[in-house]
């Protein structure tokens, strides 16, 4: 998780794998899209597979507050 920064610069502030305009939003739909790991960064040689498990441990992280989001249940979102 060494490499997610956030920068204003950088897409509004969103955070990014250092280094890349890759954001954690981008990364992490392309995982639940069923692509692999080894896939991701196939894609996008710029990272590595320690890169996408930092996305994945930002992610989680960032879920760890007590914020609940109402899911729609119509939608499977």
């Known amino acids: ?6 920068d204003p610069d ?4 969103k955070p990014v794998v250092d280094g890349t305009r ?4 981008h990364i992490l739909g392309m995982l639940s899209n069923n ?4 896939e991701v960064v196939a ?5 590595t597979i320690e890169d996408v ?3 994945l441990e930002y992610a989680a992280r ?13 939608s499977g979102v």
């Open 43 to 47: 894609a996008y040689p710029v990272l």
């Open 62 to 74: 960032a879920l760890r507050n007590d914020i609940v989001i109402d899911v729609d249940t119509t």
């Open 10 to 13: 950088i897409l509004g502030g």
């Open 53 to 55: 498990n930092g996305v």
């Open 1 to 6: 998780m060494k490499r997610i920064i956030s």
């Open 35 to 38: 692509m692999s790991h080894q």
């Open 22 to 25: 890759l954001s954690v939003e």
